[in-house]
């Protein structure tokens, strides 16, 4: 009866589960994850030393992420907490090395990492850092509670002493060889290899980290958590952790095998950075604080408390703390597995009275809950390697989310992260999985699929009778609710994210089976409808299951389909006084009372969809990724035929195409310029229009002094904008004198210096308007502005009209940019091949689709694709069969079709080719 009562009342638990353990563990595991409301995600504090690589959050970052992300969907009451660790002796040393004090230092990668982890999109409810007053207080609290209990010793033991410097060593600055299992580089502290704690005197042959030297030993007072007074408690605890076959194996075994030969543990340290100990005749020794990992695991407390001070509700914090029914779940690596389910269970038994010499509960606190699951992570490495920060072999987060924005990493690390098993990083298997699997699968689902709706209903149509393969679809999306938050429960995210894309494929393979590309005539319009409408409803129930694990992309997906605001909550970053009289500081905020639930939920006909919002700085930034080079796709033949510019106009606006199977960037158009007496209209509607076809990033070019001025406004206010400033060739005969054209280009290389304008150009030659008392003043020009492309380190962009060999000549006689590109080709295919020989970039526009261009064609045909890009040059050049109406990067798809077709590869693979080409000529956006 209570099995039953438990799944009629509580969403049904995965059939899986039922099968894989036995009745009394299914009733323990259901009362624990489907009754549950008070759920604390202890998130492991990245160290303030340096930026944070991508090895750190496969560990601790994405994994708490998506865990306490589908949490809230859930239902539950989630508290997530962390901040940055910064106390200890590396931080030290590297202040050292740099000059500047340890604060000074702490401050600046607190900063960094916070700001990482926003970008990341980590939902927490507070991020904060140990070096605040609260924090302090929190954690000389757990020590005096400890030591009045009798569970803080004091004890004398050998120190390290530097001979250089006279300076305590720290145990884990100091490497040897471990005398247990004879392991070359075990720690001070501990053994890598075999686990086991270590005394640095016991090393053999002990050599410091910091400059090799041997140590000197001497003899010091410090103060011993005595984990053996208190190893009955820990075992004990561990026994009923791993009766609930909740544990990751490695995780509960390595817990419990360090059980064998435990001993006390030191936790003061000889250091002059950190907290005091709280103890008279020790509170005011500058060189004697608190040891680095007593503290750092006293932050989720002291994160909490500070969480509830900062809500308005000092006491919220206790909800889950001091409530036996709420649950707490701890991420990070596998190397910190001992401070996680020993040092920091020891320290709450402790402060509890809870060991063999018993003792009462700190009255600050009360009795505080044990730890429900220690989840660690194993480590990531690199092409084969481990990280490391000080040989250079390593990826910082920054640099990941700057290039290829937070989805690529975060679906690498939910896909192919270290869950339970050593994972290699490699940059072939990032793009394999990225453009093959999320871009090839999920990406051309909501892209055909909102293609679609717009193109032929303008709207999400109604739902006709439901045929048996709709509803079969729509039967197994919905049971992945069940299966995929079954998994994430278990924190098994490679099975949950695996589960998702089986079913994006079933809806891809349903795509293929109804073909609604096909349904035309008018007696299958309703047919058509049904089937949009089932495909509508599945990207959004599939949309859901993806939000954990895809934030970002999920909010995307949402206006894409028509809904409006945030579809998931994302952090902020927060400037933050102290609440205790400290400096402020940066913290990671959130309101997430707005998280959706984890159900279907039926989308509504006649909710418009296709067509984006007004991109913002953010998500025009994160949809950067490339997609998909196995991506189906053919390339389309040139259509032939020509029609007049004033007739093509009268047709209205052209329609959007198809979207391509991998993003690629317009090189080269002119946002600041209307036609037909048109307003330029809404530059954001211009971008998130051609972002849903693939095109999500632009160069803006501003060739006059207006346009360039506008350019820098735009660069700076659009994130998927990058800028080119100069004047172009027509524009020199337009100065009054030598001196104002002069100022000119003054204004040019001022503007040029912008860190967003990566582009000298259009500057170059045009006969076609000038006669021969006009090229000389052209020519100076032309070598003026390729001098400050090199100067500045800048792209060159020429404008090539009639005038091929004097621009080539000038290339040669001035020396060309090592990026350089020829844009909107108009030669033959003689000057293709010049261009090509001198390493040139050559870009091609609408024209290459005009029935006349047959000349044109034939120059591409010998391009190689190293050398290939694509632009609309808009609002000119419109690409044929809209020849005369005004130009967008939307229509961008429309050209390159047509060059695959010359050039004879597939879509696909031209993209890639453009995007990678691009990417060589203008960095990270």
Not at 62 to 68: H, I, M, W
Not at 495 to 500: C, F, H, L, P, T
Not at 749 to 755: Q, T, V
Not at 785 to 801: C, M, N, S, V, Y
Request: aromatic share 8%.
């Amino acid at each position: 009866m209570c099995r039953l009562e438990l799944i009629a009342t509580e969403r049904p638990t995965p059939r899986h589960w039922l099968l894989a353990v036995s009745p009394e563990t299914w009733l323990l595991q259901t009362s624990r994850i489907e009754l549950m409301s008070k759920v604390l995600s202890a998130v492991a504090w990245p160290y303030a030393n340096g930026p944070r690589h991508i090895g750190h959050v496969a560990g601790f970052g994405v994994p708490s992420d998506v865990f306490s992300r589908y949490m809230r969907m859930a239902g539950h009451d989630v508290l997530m907490v962390s901040g940055t660790d910064e106390h200890g002796t590396p931080i030290l040393v590297q202040a050292d090395k740099e000059g500047v004090t340890p604060r000074a230092l702490a401050d600046r990668f607190n900063r960094v990492i916070a700001e990482d982890l926003v970008g990341l999109g980590l939902a927490y409810d507070l991020f904060t850092r140990t070096t605040t007053p609260n924090h302090y207080s929190v954690s000389q609290e757990l020590f005096r509670g400890n030591h009045a209990n009798g569970y803080m010793i004091e004890q004398t033991q050998l120190v390290a002493i530097s001979p250089s410097t006279g300076r305590t060593l720290p145990d884990r600055y100091i490497e040897g060889t471990c005398p247990i299992c004879g392991y070359g580089e075990a720690r001070g502290d501990q053994c890598d290899n075999c686990g086991n704690q270590m005394d640095p005197a016991e090393l053999i042959e002990p050599r410091s980290k910091i400059n090799g030297e041997t140590p000197r030993f001497e003899e010091t007072a410090h103060f011993f958590l005595d984990l053996p007074a208190l190893a009955g408690a820990l075992a004990e605890w561990l026994d009923g952790r791993e009766a609930t076959g909740l544990w990751r194996p490695n995780v509960i075994k390595f817990s419990k095998n360090i059980l064998d030969e435990v001993r006390p543990r030191p936790m003061t340290r000889d250091i002059d950075w950190g907290i005091p100990v709280p103890l008279p005749g020790w509170e005011d020794n500058p060189n004697k604080k608190l040891y680095v990992w007593f503290d750092a695991v006293i932050g989720y407390l002291s994160a909490s408390i500070e969480w509830a001070r900062r809500t308005g509700d000092p006491e919220a914090w206790r909800r889950w703390w001091n409530d036996a029914d709420a649950v707490s779940y701890y991420f990070q690596g596998k190397d910190n597995i001992t401070f996680h389910s020993q040092i920091w269970p020891a320290e709450l038994l402790g402060y509890a009275g809870r060991g063999d010499r018993g003792g009462e509960p700190g009255a600050a606190y009360g009795v505080l809950n044990l730890p429900t699951e220690v989840v660690a992570s194993e480590f990531m490495t690199m092409e084969g390697r481990q990280f490391s920060t000080s040989r250079g072999h390593v990826i910082y987060v920054r640099d990941v989310l700057e290039r290829y924005g937070p989805d690529p990493l975060r679906y690498f690390i939910c896909a192919a992260g270290p869950e339970n098993q050593d994972s290699d990083f490699t940059w072939a298997e990032f793009v394999q999985r990225n453009n093959s699997e999320l871009v090839a699968g999920w990406g051309n689902l909501v892209n055909r699929t909102a293609s679609m709706i717009h193109k032929r209903f303008g709207e999400i149509p109604a739902a006709g009778p439901l045929e048996p393969i709709d509803e079969e679809l729509l039967a197994a999306i919905r049971g992945g609710f069940d299966t995929v938050g079954g998994h994430i429960e278990r924190q098994r995210f490679k099975a949950g994210i695996s589960e998702v894309m089986r079913l994006v494929g079933l809806a891809n393979g349903y795509v293929s089976a109804t073909e609604p590309f096909k349904l035309k005539a008018d007696d299958q319009r309703e047919r058509l409808g049904t089937v949009l409408h089932v495909l509508a409803q599945a990207v959004s129930d599939l949309n859901t299951m993806t939000a954990p694990f895809l934030p970002h992309g999920a909010n995307r997906i949402h206006q894409i389909m028509g809904g409006t605001g945030e579809f998931v909550p994302m952090p902020e970053l927060r400037e933050v006084d102290d609440l205790d009289g400290g400096p402020g500081y940066p913290v990671i905020m959130g309101d997430y009372g707005n998280t959706p639930r984890w159900e279907s939920r039926p989308v509504v006909p006649a909710r418009p969809s296709g067509r984006r919002p007004r991109s913002s700085r953010s998500s025009t930034r994160a949809s950067s990724t490339t997609r998909s080079p196995g991506c189906a796709g053919t390339a389309e033949p040139v259509t032939g035929g020509g029609t007049s510019g004033a007739g093509k106009a009268a047709r209205g606006i052209p329609p959007a195409p198809d979207p391509l199977p991998i993003d690629v960037v317009d090189n080269h158009l002119h946002l600041d310029i209307a036609r037909h007496g048109e307003e330029r209209g809404d530059v954001g509607e211009t971008i998130a229009a051609a972002a849903a076809v693939g095109v999500p990033r632009m160069v803006q070019i501003g060739c006059d002094l207006p346009g360039a001025r506008l350019t820098i406004g735009m660069i700076e206010e659009y994130a998927a904008l990058l800028g080119g400033v100069a004047l172009h060739p027509n524009e020199i005969a337009r100065f009054p004198s030598a001196a104002a054209l002069a100022d000119g280009l003054a204004e040019i290389e001022r503007l040029a210096a912008h860190p967003r304008v990566r582009v000298v150009g259009e500057t170059g030659l045009d006969y076609f308007r000038t006669g021969p008392e006009g090229q000389p003043a052209q020519q100076d020009a032309f070598r003026w502005h390729i001098d400050l492309a090199k100067r500045l380190g800048k792209t060159l962009q020429i404008h090539d009209r009639d005038a091929h060999d004097d621009v080539l000549r000038i290339l040669d006689e001035e020396g060309a940019p090592e990026r350089t590109v020829l844009h909107c080709f108009s030669g033959d295919v003689g000057m293709a091949q010049r261009a090509v020989e001198r390493g040139l970039y050559l870009s091609f526009a609408g024209t290459v689709t005009f029935s006349s261009a047959k000349g044109l064609r034939d120059a591409l045909s010998v391009v190689p694709l190293d050398r290939v890009l694509v632009e609309t040059d808009a609002p000119y050049l419109t690409p044929h069969p809209w020849r005369g109406a005004a130009n967008a990067p939307y229509l961008i798809p429309v050209t390159v079709r047509a060059m695959a077709h010359v050039l004879g590869v597939a879509v696909p693979t031209l993209c890639q080719a453009i995007a990678a080409n691009s990417e060589r000529l203008y960095g990270p956006w």
